[in-house]
């Protein structure tokens, strides 16, 4: 099953958020220290991701470009909406308080090596181990999360579903289109491109930026078409200097 490794993705991050909302009586400055720490170890883990990057140029690119087309679609406003919608449902005490959970948990368990990698081998071969691993860490972040921030987090597991499982499902056909060789570089670049959203982030969560993370998520897509491009005119350059 493409999808299984999803699901329990999905179920940990509501169980991690059911059980941070049971962990919210707790002093202030414990919640302060609890996201400080929260917001370095992401952008450790960013830098890391960043790291990985073997053309950073396309990395460069890929933000710069997409940076535009998310400032012109306006993703992060559009992800703001969504998360007060839910606010004004939910009746939520501090306004802002669920929009700001939920798209910061949204962009942190939505962008990185793990969910994409994860559910490339969900449906392609049925190996669900990266996405078990990636549960286990999203469900304890989510506790931490919803500790500081608040219910928000929970919602958060509806954008990681249908993310994740469009990848897993569109996997089950994509190696018979996509080259292998292929596919690692542009597992690398986007590892590499995600990277600097997740440090981003962690700028964000220790209240030093406000980047808008989610206006510069068109960047993964076009770090796809840019390696594509990249890796095609390689090969006929190749070819066309064999012919010489």
Same mark, same amino acid.
């Given at each position: 099953?493409?999808?299984?490794?999803? #699901?329990?993705?999905g179920?940990?991050?509501?169980?991690? %958020?059911?059980?941070?909302?049971f962990?919210r009586?707790?002093?202030?400055?414990?919640?302060?220290?609890?996201?400080?720490?929260?917001g370095?170890?992401?952008?450790?883990?960013?830098?890391?991701?960043?790291?990985? %990057?073997?053309?950073? #140029?396309?990395?460069?690119?890929?933000?710069?470009? +997409?940076?535009?087309?998310?400032?012109?679609?306006?993703?992060?406003?559009?992800l703001?909406?969504l998360?007060?919608?839910?606010?004004?449902?939910?009746?939520g005490k501090e306004?802002?308080?669920?929009?700001?959970?939920?798209?910061?948990?949204?962009?942190?368990?939505?962008? +990185?090596?793990? %969910?994409?990698?994860?559910? #490339?081998? %969900?449906?392609?071969?049925?190996?669900?181990?990266?996405?078990?691993?990636?549960?286990l860490?999203?469900g304890f972040?989510a506790?931490?999360?919803t500790?500081?921030?608040?219910? +928000?987090?929970i919602?958060?597991?509806?954008p990681?579903? #249908?993310?994740?499982?469009?990848?897993?499902?569109?996997?089950t056909?994509i190696?018979?289109?996509?080259?292998?060789?292929?596919m690692?570089?542009?597992?690398?670049?986007?590892t590499g491109?995600g990277?600097?959203?997740?440090?981003?982030?962690?700028?964000n969560i220790?209240?030093?930026?406000?980047?808008?993370?989610?206006?510069?998520?068109?960047?993964?897509?076009?770090?796809?078409?840019?390696?594509?491009?990249?890796?095609?005119?390689?090969?006929?350059? +190749?070819?066309?200097?064999?012919?010489?």
């Amino acid at each position: 099953m493409a999808l299984l490794g999803t #699901l329990v993705n999905g179920l940990a991050i509501v169980i991690g %958020s059911l059980l941070g909302l049971f962990w919210r009586n707790i002093p202030e400055k414990t919640k302060t220290t609890i996201m400080q720490a929260m917001g370095l170890a992401v952008m450790i883990l960013g830098i890391g991701m960043g790291l990985k %990057s073997k053309q950073f #140029l396309i990395v460069i690119a890929s933000l710069a470009i +997409g940076g535009v087309l998310g400032e012109r679609l306006d993703l992060e406003g559009k992800l703001s909406q969504l998360g007060f919608f839910l606010e004004k449902k939910l009746g939520g005490k501090e306004k802002g308080g669920i929009a700001n959970a939920f798209v910061t948990a949204t962009l942190v368990f939505v962008i +990185g090596a793990m %969910s994409i990698v994860g559910a #490339l081998d %969900s449906g392609l071969r049925h190996d669900h181990a990266v996405l078990y691993t990636k549960a286990l860490i999203d469900g304890f972040c989510a506790i931490f999360f919803t500790s500081a921030l608040g219910v +928000g987090v929970i919602f958060s597991a509806v954008p990681v579903l #249908l993310y994740q499982g469009v990848i897993a499902l569109f996997a089950t056909q994509i190696d018979r289109v996509v080259p292998a060789d292929l596919m690692k570089q542009m597992i690398v670049e986007i590892t590499g491109t995600g990277g600097i959203m997740i440090l981003a982030i962690g700028l964000n969560i220790l209240g030093i930026t406000k980047i808008r993370v989610a206006n510069l998520l068109p960047a993964l897509l076009f770090t796809i078409i840019i390696v594509c491009i990249v890796y095609y005119w390689d090969r006929l350059s +190749g070819f066309a200097g064999s012919l010489i």
